[in-house]
């Protein structure tokens, strides 16, 4: 197989966007693009204001909640995340987002990625934020959010991932830096 | 902070469903849930019909294909994946996304990770396979994908990662697992 080296990429320049539906977390949107060939198809698009995530050590153990995804229909086990507000910055809701779901203050949050959970038709980005420094502060739940909290070790993580409790992208890939770090000292 | 250990989960049942948009790739309903409070509140869920994604290494690289993501208004670099078929396995699918995109046929693969992309919003699943054993076949695209195929270093990985040319959630992921299996000998 030779890599193709002197080629482009078709843009999908826009037709026209329908706008079928704005919720309270998301929008869609069905754009018509045009294609190469003189023809034409529809791109579905979902459209998400960007969440936050952190991955939080505390004690050697990773700060997750139990909570319902009703996308699911079950309970999983996730790291502390939650959309952005209106302007907020990603530093900003991933340290409210902890001390909201868990009750834990962090410190000293760094960026460890930030990724797009699903390109093929959603803008969502997820920041992704690393501490090993927390003190203890005060849960706040939302009205509509009910949690757990747990501290984990990497083999209970890996436990409840084989259980599928553990089960979605950001918490797999905290879970996947977490093990890098213990064991080679870079979480990248 | 202690942790919950008598508590359960409320499991948000439904009240009602609106089924809002049915597309190609996605449809979009809002359930009405019930509260603890007796109150009730609104979701908003896209179910999906599932995806397949291949980590191939050849050579010591990995196989990525350069595409346009209608969703981001921008090409990035990613593992090859595709959605599955009706009453399509997985594993078929994720042989078949990696034959059709970038023309490599997959031997050996085996499963190693199984998530969804977005739990909050979506049901969509993600089925991620590894193989180290490919051999050349016939890039088949179908009429409204353009892509450019690459093989890239763990280096050229990182380099793609820190300029945001690569930026979602499975190749993330992809390339995580490929630095703990290049420097510990386990891909978990």
Redesign the interface.
Known sequence: ?K??TN?T????PTISTEH??T????S?Q??T?A???GGT??????K?PG?AAVVAIHDEKLIVV???????GK??I?IP?G?LDPKEEPIVAAARELEEE???IAHNLQLL??????????????YTYFTNEVT?GQ?NLD??E??????ITIEEA?AY?ASGDI????T??AV??W??LQ??GSL?
């Open positions: 197989m890599e193709d080629k990429i078709w843009n999908e079928i539906f919720g309270k977390v998301i869609l069905v754009d693009i294609l190469p060939d198809t529809t791109r579905e698009i979902i998400h969440a139990e909570q319902y995804r009703k996308p699911l309970t999983q996730e995340a959309k868990t009750g834990y990625h930030q990724y797009y959970t699903s390109p093929g038709f959603a803008d969502e980005i997820l203890i849960q009205d509509d009910d949690v757990i909290v747990k501290l890996d991932i089960s979605d992208a950001k797999l890939l996947t830096a093990k890098l064991r080679t990248t």
